[in-house]
């Protein structure tokens, strides 16, 4: 299994709708785990930490599965401005607690 | 409040030239973090520093070099710049535990190798 692992997408979804990302990782002894959102040529911005079971925020729910080594990220009510690419972020395995590993990342376009 | 600085934004850099990418943190964090973004790819580390005076190689240091004389700069130096070395470069920091922070980015330096 790869260190971090997303689907691409892209996801073309109407507003309003959910919409529910899903990322598998590696390494079982991963405490933390992030997601970012990144725009479009703009830098990844920290959207939600994910500890525990998991992890809601408004419209943002991420949910944690140690026991499968998944973490999810659902949307609810998508707005125009949920478009872009959302990274899933895990500890590196084998490394300090300070590095992370960047999935590739899920691109989202929520449309009129 | 500044956060992560980077300069420049854009270069264009020709084959075999040489330049450094700055990048300061005003936030007292001991990590800093250089990353390279291709197109459609995730972010690739090149090297990393624990502290002033620390460095280490990442996933892809390999015609690039760093130093870390002060905790605020982490400067990211590239010799004989190639084509392949076209890409988006980021800097990021964190606190000495990643917890629930992550990482702060700065904006980007857009590089590309003619």
């Known amino acids: 299994r790869k260190e971090v692992e997303q689907d691409p997408g892209p996801f073309n979804v109407p507003e309003g709708a959910t919409v529910a990302f899903n990322c598998t990782y590696s390494n079982s002894a991963s405490q933390s785990f992030f997601w970012y959102r990144q725009d479009c040529r703009k830098e990844p911005k920290l959207l939600m930490s994910?500890?525990?079971s998991g992890n809601e925020d408004g419209r943002f729910t991420a949910q944690l599965n140690r026991a499968s080594q998944y973490i999810s990220l659902l949307i609810r009510d998508s707005k125009l401005s949920d478009s872009a690419t959302y990274l899933c972020v895990v500890p590196t395995s084998g490394a300090g607690s300070y590095q992370l590993t960047f999935g590739k990342g899920t691109k989202l376009s929520v449309i009129p | 409040n500044a956060g992560v600085t980077q300069t420049p934004k854009f270069r264009i850099l020709k084959i075999g030239q040489s330049m450094t990418l700055q990048c300061a943190q005003d936030m007292n964090h001991n990590y800093m973090y250089w990353y390279r973004q291709d197109p459609g790819m995730g972010l690739k580390l090149i090297y990393y520093s624990v502290g002033a005076g620390i460095t280490d190689k990442g996933e892809v240091p390999n015609g690039y070099n760093v130093s870390r004389s002060t905790t605020e700069d982490f400067p990211l130096r590239l010799e004989l710049a190639a084509p392949s070395q076209t890409s988006v470069y980021f800097c990021?920091?964190?606190?000495?535990?990643?917890?629930?922070?992550?990482?702060?980015f700065g904006s980007g330096t857009r590089l590309t190798v003619v």
């Open positions: 990021a920091s964190s606190s000495t535990e990643v917890g629930g922070y992550g990482y702060t």
């Open positions: 994910v500890y525990s």
